[in-house]
C-alpha cells in the first residue's frame, strides 16, 4: 500500500493554499479594476490628462519572426478611454500620486498584532511580488519581506482558516506555506473593504 510521507504532505497543503490564494487575488485583482473604472466618471480634467500621457508611454512593439517584421503597436486617443493596459501595480502607483481612488485610502488592522495597521496600496503591491514569484517557483519560494504582509503563528493561522485548513494541515506547513496563507487572509480582508464592509480596516481621513 502507498503511504505519503512528511514532503507529499507538505507539497498537497502547499497547493491548497497557492490555489487559494491565487483565486482571491484575481477577485481582489478584479475589484481594483472596477473601482478605477468607476474613478474615471469623476476624475478632474487633470488626473486625466495624466493618465493618458503616462499611457501614451505604453505603446511599444511587436515582432512578426515568420515575415520579419518588427510592428509600431497603435494607440488610438479616446476621450473615454477605460486604460484597460494599465497594470494593477501601475493603478496603484497612479493612485498614489494622484489620489482619484477614495476607495483604496484605508488601512489593514494586523491579523497578528491588533495595534499595527498597513496601508492597502504598499500591501498589495507586496502581495502582486509574492504572486509574481508564484509564477515561476512553488516548491522553493524564498519569499522576503517585500513580498508579505505579515507573517502570522499558526495559531492565528488556525483561528482564522474558518474551516478550510485543519489543524493537522497547520501543523505540517512550511515557513513558504506560512507566508502565502498569511497574505491571503490579508487578501480576504482587502476584499471585504473594498467591497463596503470596513469592520476590519479603517479609512485614512
Do not use: W
Not at 474615471?40 to 487633470?46: A, R, V
Not at 498584532?113 to 514569484?133: A, G, W
Not at 524564498?142 to 492565528?156: A, G, Q, T, Y
Amino acid at each position: 500500500m502507498f503511504r505519503k510521507n512528511q514532503s507529499d504532505i507538505e507539497q498537497k497543503v502547499k497547493a491548497q493554499v497557492i490555489f487559494k490564494f491565487l483565486n482571491e487575488f484575481n477577485i481582489v485583482e478584479k475589484d481594483i479594476r472596477t473601482l478605477f473604472e468607476k474613478s474615471l466618471d469623476s476624475i478632474s480634467g487633470d488626473v486625466r490628462e495624466a493618465l493618458q500621457f503616462f499611457y501614451g508611454g505604453k505603446i511599444g512593439s511587436t515582432t512578426d519572426v515568420g515575415s520579419e517584421i518588427l510592428k509600431i503597436k497603435e494607440l488610438r486617443f479616446d476621450k473615454s478611454n477605460k486604460f484597460k493596459d494599465y497594470t494593477t501595480t501601475q493603478i496603484l502607483r497612479l493612485n498614489e500620486q494622484y489620489h482619484f481612488i477614495n476607495e483604496f485610502m484605508f488601512d489593514v488592522v494586523s491579523l497578528q498584532r491588533p495595534l499595527y495597521k498597513y496601508d492597502f496600496q504598499s500591501s498589495m503591491r507586496k502581495i502582486i511580488n509574492m504572486r509574481n514569484i508564484l509564477a515561476h517557483e512553488i516548491i522553493v519560494c524564498n519569499f522576503k519581506e517585500r513580498d508579505i504582509v505579515d507573517i502570522l503563528s499558526k495559531e492565528n493561522i488556525e483561528k482564522n482558516a474558518d474551516g478550510f485548513l485543519d489543524s493537522n494541515d497547520i501543523s505540517q506547513m512550511d515557513e513558504d506555506t506560512v507566508a502565502i496563507v498569511s497574505n491571503y487572509f490579508y487578501l480576504c480582508k482587502m476584499h471585504n473593504m473594498l467591497n463596503g464592509n470596513n469592520s476590519s480596516s479603517e479609512t485614512i481621513v
